[in-house]
């Protein structure tokens, strides 16, 4: 059946990537983006579909389209970028939430919000289980994200139980792979570029931190199968359960790269988590879904993107503008 499906932060790193399946398998997609952090380039191979409409739009304002399924992904990801303006980072997970909610409310649409492992914050329960309910600084400078993304949970649950709404909630874990920015300040986009530019890799803290890092093409077949799976209403884990530190994460990045980089050492910025793997077994169980892409494999993948990049000379984005007040 083809469906018209709407995709809020469609010109982001996750947003194209999933355009761009939802167009494969013959749907029709409307790609809503601001472009605060998204770009063009991302989805300039989709223009010449005629399935494929753009809107350039904040969510914050009311949205009038007629659709069956929504993904509601706007919202910047990376720390660095949702930090700069906190403000607009929660009014988009509430007030953009709230708009979504009813516009799928109104067109008895299924809606899916893009959550994340984020609301988990410094988790004491490792590794982190759906039922585990967080332990989030309610006042610091992630919570515009953190908490912004909480109360957006909240909304999609009450606008379910309240007006029996079709909703589907993702928790993602760290993803990566091409279209990230990179100048987006994540960990594995700063690694590749420093490391594909002979620049030192900036290491924050000690670097015995963990993730757990999941490749895009395996995350948006989780978002995808959440999406269209009957009775699940989530929220689920999709992510990568294998757990690296920033250290393990540096090493692989030069030794795949062959770059002389050497490793160089930084504050850590506040309410930075020391540890984050996810429990898959509810999107094993429930969804049937495997990531079954290898770290080492998706960073060669990544790095093949980058290093077009590369040669640009752009510069990657730290957070020395931040730790200088927080540390
Ligand atoms: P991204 O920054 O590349 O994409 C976000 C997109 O949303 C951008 O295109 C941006 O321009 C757009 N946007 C932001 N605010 C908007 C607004 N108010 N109105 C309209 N568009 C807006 O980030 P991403 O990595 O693609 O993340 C996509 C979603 O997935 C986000 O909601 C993020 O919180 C979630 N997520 C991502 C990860 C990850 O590791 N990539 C992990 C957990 C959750
Ligand atoms: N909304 C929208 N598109 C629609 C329907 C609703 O953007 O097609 C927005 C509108 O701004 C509204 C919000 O969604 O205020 C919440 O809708 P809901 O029906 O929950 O509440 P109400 O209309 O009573 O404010
Ligand atoms: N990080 C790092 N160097 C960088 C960028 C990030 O050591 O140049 C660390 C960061 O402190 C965190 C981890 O890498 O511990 C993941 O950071 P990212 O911003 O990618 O995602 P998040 O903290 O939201 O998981």
């Known amino acids: 059946m083809i469906n018209t499906i709407l995709v809020t932060g469609g010109a982001g790193f996750l947003g194209s990537h999933l355009c761009e399946r939802l167009l494969n398998e013959g749907n029709n997609v409307i790609c809503v983006d601001n472009f605060s952090t998204g770009s063009k380039d991302n989805i300039l191979h989709l223009y010449g579909d005629p399935r494929f409409e753009i809107i350039r739009h ?4 009311p949205l009038y389209v007629e659709v069956d399924q929504i993904y509601n992904l706007a919202c910047p990801a990376s720390p660095v970028h949702y930090q700069l303006d906190p403000v607009q980072t929660i009014k988009t997970n509430v007030h953009g939430s709230i708009n979504l909610l009813g516009l799928a409310k109104r067109t008895k649409a299924r809606i899916l919000q893009a959550s994340t492992s984020e609301v988990y914050g410094d988790p004491e329960v490792h590794p982190q289980p759906e039922s585990y309910c967080g332990m ?8 515009c994200y953190d908490e912004g993304k909480r109360c957006a949970e909240s909304l999609f649950f009450d606008y379910h139980r309240q007006y029996q709404m079709d909703i589907r909630v993702a928790r993602i874990f760290n993803t990566y792979g091409p279209r990230m920015h990179p100048d987006d ?13 002979d620049k030192e890799i900036t290491i924050y803290g000690d670097g015995h931190q963990t993730r757990s890092f999941c490749y895009v093409d395996d995350l948006v077949d989780g978002l995808m199968r959440l999406m269209n799976t009957e009775n699940v209403v989530g929220p689920v884990n999709l992510g990568n359960d294998g757990e690296f530190s920033m250290q393990e994460l540096a090493e692989k990045v030069i030794r795949l790269t062959g770059s002389s980089s050497r490793l160089s050492y930084h504050p850590l910025p506040m309410d930075d988590p020391r540890q984050r793997r996810p429990d898959l077994r509810q999107a094993k169980e429930k969804l049937g879904w495997n990531p079954s892409v290898a770290l080492e494999d998706g960073l060669v993948l990544t790095i093949n993107y980058f290093s077009k990049l590369a040669l640009d000379n752009v510069e990657v984005n730290t957070f020395d503008f931040m730790m200088s007040e927080s540390s």
């Open 58 to 61: 904040d969510i914050n304002l």
């Open 136 to 143: 989030v600084n309610p006042i610091g400078k992630r919570s």
């Open 185 to 197: 300040g994540r960990v594995v986009s700063n690694f590749i570029m420093q490391a594909l530019q």
